[in-house]
């Protein structure tokens, strides 16, 4: 694949229009500066992005930041960052089924939704399945489309913004800063939207499925530098439109504020369209969530750490990991039981996790492990620049739920056990990584010069 087939994996696995799902939560819970919040997130993100790209490009293989902890530290860790990671992406494809499952549910109130998220699933499972170049070509179209839709409802915004509605203007500094907000509040935010940003690093799963290695520093800052400015563009707009989340009735801000700014802006026609924007978006967003947690248990099962016939086999017909694909979706089905409030707080926990450990990651396999600590240049990059990255997160581990933090740490420590079985006590070493089993030919570590770094 190529760099923006890369690019609207990354994008579509952000669902752009989650900005208007969750805005009345996030607005109430900042003081109405949505904005302000994304922004923050997309500091946080822009440097976690930077550790993201130096690791891929010294480390082409999929496994994201299971492999990098691995191979920059030690294969333990690696494995219960791997693991710990792995509430975050094994709950995300279910997380799109069940906003999925609520528009169905919206739109055909008579229909069971179980019917729904059988069908969905089935058909997503399928086509990733069979081929991945079809979820990228899928996942353009889909994207685009939301975009399109998107802009169109910025631009109708606009013209009811100069007509008086809302804030009656299109240039303020409210939807950032204003003296009922506390930055506390706008960290609380953050920590929220910071569910919306998980997606750039997922591409880094599809390394070995880009044409060259270097394609894929590039892309991972792509795609948090557009998402991040099609979130903040959004959420600037829609608060300049509703500066008050007394906009919207309770039941809209606890589950979804899209229909309700549909239908305000644009009454049933926008809403609609708005509506069908968010069900391509999200739709977009399951397909490359879907193929980016079964790339990831296929690099557990090819390196021992999860048993190799099953998690490491690929399908001689279709090239894909067979097992991990058709087992996602197989866990998407439990959206059937679930619903979203009791699963979308957990998935933060697993992507801060890794965040963290990619930043320190860079330290580790740079400045620790090469020997890159005696200029300026590399203390700045090596050192400096991941250290505010794991600061920074470390500001949103502080607004973390509790009760995801206690759940989160649960599955953690079931990881630990699972680690002391296949260690036998840490007294035989976790399985190391088997170059001779690739997914399209990645056979190397790649040491690349200093130009060809983030």
């Not at 204003?178 to 509040?185: C, K, L």
Request: proline share 5%.
């Amino acid at each position: 694949m190529g760099l923006w087939s890369i690019v609207g994996l990354g994008l579509g696995y952000m669902t752009p229009t989650v900005v208007f799902d969750t805005f009345g939560n996030v607005a109430a819970e900042t003081n109405n500066v949505v904005p302000a919040a994304y922004l923050v997130a997309l500091v946080v993100m822009g440097f976690t992005a930077i550790s993201y790209g130096k690791m891929v490009g010294v480390i082409p293989s999929a496994g994201s930041a299971y492999t990098y902890v691995r191979e920059s530290m030690h294969p333990s860790l690696g494995f219960l960052v791997g693991w710990t990671s792995l509430i975050d992406y094994l709950l995300l494809p279910m997380v799109n089924v069940l906003i999925l499952r609520s528009y169905m549910e919206a739109l055909f109130p008579d229909v069971p939704g179980w019917v729904w998220v059988v069908v969905i699933t089935g058909a997503v499972t399928t086509i990733v399945y069979l081929t991945m170049r079809g979820t990228s070509n899928v996942n353009m179209i889909l994207l685009l489309f939301s975009i399109v839709v998107m802009a169109v409802f910025v631009v109708l915004v606009i013209v009811q913004l100069l007509q008086g509605a809302g804030s009656g203007t299109v240039v303020s500094v409210a939807p950032f800063a204003h003296a009922d907000v506390s930055f506390q509040a706008v960290l609380a935010g953050a920590t929220i939207v910071c569910f919306s940003f998980i997606g750039f690093d997922a591409v880094t799963m599809y390394a070995e499925e880009a044409k060259t290695p270097r394609t894929m520093p590039r892309a991972i800052l792509l795609t948090v530098l557009a998402g991040g400015l099609i979130f903040i563009v959004a959420a600037y707009f829609t608060q300049l439109r509703f500066p008050s989340v007394d906009a919207f009735p309770q039941e809209a801000i606890e589950d979804s504020t899209l229909p309700e700014i549909g239908s305000q802006v644009g009454g049933l026609v926008l809403q609609s369209v708005l509506t069908a924007a968010g069900f391509a978006a999200t739709l977009a967003s399951l397909f490359a969530s879907h193929a980016s947690v079964a790339r990831m248990l296929l690099v557990m099962g090819r390196n021992g750490v999860l048993p190799r016939r099953l998690f490491g086999y690929i399908s001689p017909r279709t090239h894909t990991p067979a097992f991990t694909v058709v087992l996602v979706g197989v866990i998407s089905l439990l959206a059937i039981a679930f619903t979203l409030d009791q699963i979308v707080d957990y998935i933060n926990y697993g992507a801060l996790i890794a965040f963290s450990f990619v930043n320190l990651s860079v330290i580790a396999w740079f400045a620790i492990r090469k020997g890159r600590r005696r200029t300026v240049r590399d203390i700045l990059s090596y050192i400096v620049l991941p250290v505010i990255g794991v600061g920074l997160t470390g500001l949103l581990w502080v607004n973390l739920d509790d009760h995801a933090l206690v759940v989160g740490l649960i599955w953690t420590g079931i990881g630990l056990v699972y680690l002391l079985i296949l260690t036998r006590g840490f007294r035989r070493p976790v399985v190391s990584f088997d170059e001779k089993q690739p997914v399209t030919g990645f056979t190397k570590i790649v040491e690349p010069g200093p130009r060809s770094q983030i």
